[in-house]
């Protein structure tokens, strides 16, 4: 398998336009996480879908996130409007969750920068 | 939430064993323990995953007393290629753990020649 894979790797921006992530999990995994990774506050869940349904978005910083799984092969993290203090590494994951354990699969992460 | 501390920083030589404490007092029944590594310009990468007791794998140790508010992860003969953000990671969203999975701030191990 190809592993997680996300796209654009990486993404320059102005303040104020909308930014689209997109990410395709490891097939026949079924919990799909998004990461936001920034030197301040680190690695930040959030949000993560199970089955395609949003779980829990409480780590979603405000309304100008949004996030989507239409199928089991694709994730989008929504920014609009974006602002500069968005700019971080946002990575996705994928679990397996017959296993109950909880190993997740990163992808190599989106490098967002707002000017 | 589970908050977890580790050291921010630790250094070492090739060949030496490595041993990271991560300390999480309020871990969950149903919270499993899980390391992952950080390399720079990508995402972290499972290392090993514990409940209890011993666990072991082809690259690390993980120790997790009766009490279960800590673990050390063990890294056995580091070379340069360890060099990296080591995460411990406490929760358990696909078993019901009480926590999800947030990640701490990391330990920066250094290992020199």
């Known amino acids: 398998d190809a592993g997680v894979i996300q796209s654009p790797r990486h993404e320059v921006t102005e303040m104020g336009q909308e930014v689209t992530l997109r990410c395709k999990p490891i097939?026949?995994?079924?919990?799909l996480f998004w990461y936001r990774q920034t030197m301040m506050r680190g690695l930040e869940l959030l949000i993560y879908f199970n089955n395609n349904v949003p779980i829990d978005d409480s780590g979603m910083p405000e309304d100008r996130f949004s996030a989507k799984m239409p199928n089991a092969s694709f994730s989008t993290l929504k920014i609009q409007p974006s602002e500069p203090r968005d700019s971080a590494v946002y990575f996705c994951?994928?679990?397996?969750?017959?296993?109950?354990?909880?190993?997740?699969?990163f992808g190599e992460g989106s490098r967002l920068t707002v000017l | 939430l589970a908050k977890t501390t580790q050291p921010i920083s630790m250094d070492s030589y090739e060949g030496q064993e490595v041993n990271i404490t991560c300390s999480h007092n309020n871990i969950a029944t149903n919270d499993y323990i899980t390391w992952y590594q950080q390399f720079p310009s990508q995402g972290p990468r499972f290392i090993i995953q514990?409940?209890?007791t011993k666990v072991t794998n082809e690259v690390a140790s993980l120790f997790i007393p009766a009490d279960r508010k800590s673990s050390t992860l063990s890294l056995p003969r580091v070379s340069l290629s360890d060099t990296a953000v080591y995460y411990c990671l406490v929760g358990a969203i696909l078993t019901g753990g009480g926590n999800k999975l947030t990640f701490g701030t990391g330990t920066q191990l250094k290992v020199e020649l």
């Open positions: 994951a994928s679990s397996f969750g017959g296993t109950g354990i909880g190993e997740l699969f």
């Open positions: 514990g409940y209890k």
């Open positions: 097939s026949g995994h079924d919990y």
